[in-house]
């Protein structure tokens, strides 16, 4: 059967605005423009020259019922939680922290020559898993593969499969794939995505065109900019004449109700009830 190419449905102009302790970013999921891409609950940019802009950081925080998933693309960011893991995350390096029933943690940007750029991504937990046992996925730049395709595009998979090669991260309940994809000017790429997975691509640098199919001339995007695919079981990009640097990220739809406040994310206003309570009385982490 001849596959199907998705088609752009819609772009979303990542919205400014600050988050933690005042760190400035761009959000493209969780804004009143677009609230929730089931399974994905948000979706920032921190990108930066200015340490003014990001040195305040992410001081100690709770997740539940949420997996956050930070990617580097400049800069470090230290991290330390309660239970138990510290480290640092640098350029090319990827975090994918399952929060499940609770974690605390701090997310400190450091100063290291002055540019920070990266990303954040919230995916949900489906309600089984919400209150499982937290668990982090760590992923230095070295150990992520890099597949070559024709013309040079370059894709480093950080989850998914591209070809025979499966990404560093494995064994998430969304089954996500996610891809950082480098297209030299003028080049074109063609990545399968299971249909029926919502789809989306971030593109964070240069210019593409998207949703191109069999007839269809596909849609010019300029970064910095968020494309949700409609279904299909393919996505076809063709770089303009600066080349193209993009996230490609899908994932499984849970269809379940989504209740959330602030860094929890539960399918019932009793369970964040609930939540608040254990903050309150100390018995948030056990
Ligand atoms: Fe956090």
Known sequence: MASQSRKVQRVIEPAATSDGAGVRLKRS???????????FLLFDHFGSDDPDDYIAGFPMHPHRGIETVTYMLAGEVRHRDSIGHA???AA???????AGRGILHEEMPQLRGGRLDGFQLWVNLPAKLKMSRPRYQE????????????????????????????GAVREIAADPEYLDVAMPAQTAFTQPVAQGHTAFAYLYEGEAKFGVGDGEPGTVIQGPRLVVFADGDEVRVASGGQGAHFLLISGKPLNEPVVRYGPFVMNTRQEIEQTL???QDG???R
């Open 29 to 39: 999921i969780a804004t009143r423009t677009l609230d929730y891409l089931d399974p």
């Open 87 to 89: 480290g640092t995350i």
């Open 92 to 98: 090319g390096d990827v975090q994918w922290m399952t």
């Open 139 to 166: 992923v230095a730049a070295r150990d992520i593969p890099v597949v070559t395709h024709a013309g040079g595009v370059q894709v480093r998979v950080i989850a998914g499969r591209v070809g025979t090669v499966s």
């Open 277 to 279: 309570r254990e903050l």
């Open 283 to 285: 018995s948030f982490i």
